[in-house]
């Protein structure tokens, strides 16, 4: 098993995206051989690199903590099967011995008389609204097919959207260009997290409210729950999660429900919320500001407060408003066009390299701020990471080791939806499985 001694380009540029030292990127080493396969775009550049600047954050958030300054973080070593491995945790994922649900059958590619749409249908709510937009007989592949066909990708795009549902038309050409990472405020107040952690894991003692859904977000505060954190999901009560979903990125958290419109439910999240160090948000822009809870009202009620702001298409723009998922970034961005087969049928990234890779940014940069004494509101976006992804990421050169195999890194446990087989993080083992989702008492452990 050998270990990268030159620094790594990606790693570099997603650590200077984070405001990170330039000189400490290269305390960041890969070893061990990489996922299978190559691809038109370097993906498992991305997934190393995302991992690696949350491992070297880690490591900062950690000398810090201990009384020492950025330029004592330890070296980060990495290894690439591990990475590989956890950027598909839901393909390996078995619950009482069963593959977990996939796509469901009205999520997918379809013709249309002038390219093609890619549409999400996943949740029965989005499902509903795919079938009211196009008038289907029944909500069946057949349906849909013959439904898009004879009409414009755009048009079906922009009467799925209109529902209440999500349809993207194929794009052929890259998007615009976004950033990785935004730092949007800096408030200059200490948080409640500068001295040294009460145990041995760098974000020991520190509260996270995960007020995100699906992977990106979730990924990102499994990863901060197994570095230490107390990670509290609040979900609203009517808006329920995939099961499957959420017994692959439950890790690390527990889960309750609250109804923000109502008083007493309102009361319980804003005392949550006063005790919380970091809030992760995975809504789309303004969708959290109706309830007062947008970045800026966050800092203003706690300005040492960090928050770090998730979506889908970016935080300016004519779709930055719009609700999207990783499969519906790459069909819109290009990237499902780039890996178009030869019969013309778009195609995908080999893993959801936009919704893991974002994830492990985000915990990176929540670290980060940590170590900065808090104070911070970051934004991400899985276009950013899209973007990173198809202009300015480095490919690895030749091949890389061969003889990658997830089964070293496959664990067991227990769990609120029973025996299962899962992905265990490129960081270590969380201690237990997940609870199941909204079961959880909303209220913090104690410190």
Not at 288 to 315: F, M, N, S
Not at 374 to 392: D, I, P
Not at 403 to 427: I, K, N, Q, V
Request: aromatic fraction near 8%.
């Amino acid at each position: 098993m050998t270990i990268t001694n030159e620094p790594d380009g990606a790693t570099a540029q997603a650590w200077a995206a984070l405001g990170g030292a330039a000189e400490l990127a290269g305390r960041v080493r890969y070893r061990g051989a990489p996922g299978p396969g190559r691809g038109p775009l370097p993906v498992r550049e991305l997934a190393r690199a995302t991992v690696g600047v949350c491992a070297l954050a880690a490591a900062e958030l950690a000398a810090v903590r201990a009384g020492g300054g950025p330029a004592d973080a330890a070296p980060a070593v990495v290894d690439e099967g591990a990475v590989a491995t956890a950027f598909v945790s839901e393909r390996g994922l078995r619950v009482r011995g069963r593959e977990p649900v996939g796509f469901a059958p009205l999520s997918g590619f379809w013709r249309a008389a002038d390219g093609w749409l890619r549409t999400h249908a996943n949740y029965p709510h989005h499902e509903s609204a795919l079938v009211r937009a196009l008038r289907l007989p029944s909500a069946t592949p057949v349906a849909v097919r013959a439904a898009v066909a004879g009409r414009t990708a755009v048009e079906v795009q922009e009467r799925v959207y209109r529902e209440g549902g999500l349809a993207v038309a194929v794009a052929r050409e890259y998007g615009d260009p976004r950033p990785l990472v935004e730092t949007v405020r800096a408030t200059g107040a200490p948080g409640r997290t500068r001295g040294p952690a009460p145990v041995g894991l760098p974000a020991a003692g520190v509260r996270v409210l995960d007020l995100t859904r699906v992977i990106a977000g979730p990924v990102a505060t499994r990863t901060l729950g197994l570095l230490g954190a107390d990670v509290l999901r609040i979900d609203a009560p009517w808006l329920p999660e995939a099961a499957d979903t959420y017994a692959d990125t439950g890790f690390g958290k527990r889960s309750a429900l609250l109804d923000l419109a109502a008083a007493a439910d309102r009361e319980v999240f804003d005392e949550l919320l006063a005790g919380a160090d970091v809030v992760v948000t995975g809504y789309r822009p303004g969708a959290l500001e109706r309830h007062g809870l947008g970045a800026g009202e966050l800092l203003e009620r706690a300005p040492g407060l960090v928050v770090a702001q998730l979506c889908a298409w970016g935080w300016d723009g004519p779709w930055a408003g719009r609700r999207g998922f990783d499969s519906l970034v790459q069909a819109g961005y290009g990237i499902a066009a780039r890996y178009a087969g030869p019969d013309g049928v778009p195609g995908v990234l080999p893993a959801q390299a936009l919704d893991h890779g974002t994830g492990y940014l985000m915990a990176a940069g929540v670290l980060r701020a940590l170590a900065q004494g808090g104070g911070r509101a970051l934004r991400f976006s899985l276009a950013g990471t899209a973007s990173w992804l198809v202009r300015e990421v480095p490919a690895a050169a030749g091949p890389g080791a061969p003889g990658y195999a997830p089964e070293p890194w496959l664990r067991r446990t227990d769990s609120g939806y029973g025996p299962l087989r899962y992905a265990a993080s490129p960081f270590g083992d969380w201690s237990a499985g997940p609870s199941r989702w909204g079961t959880d008492r909303a209220a913090w452990l104690p410190r």
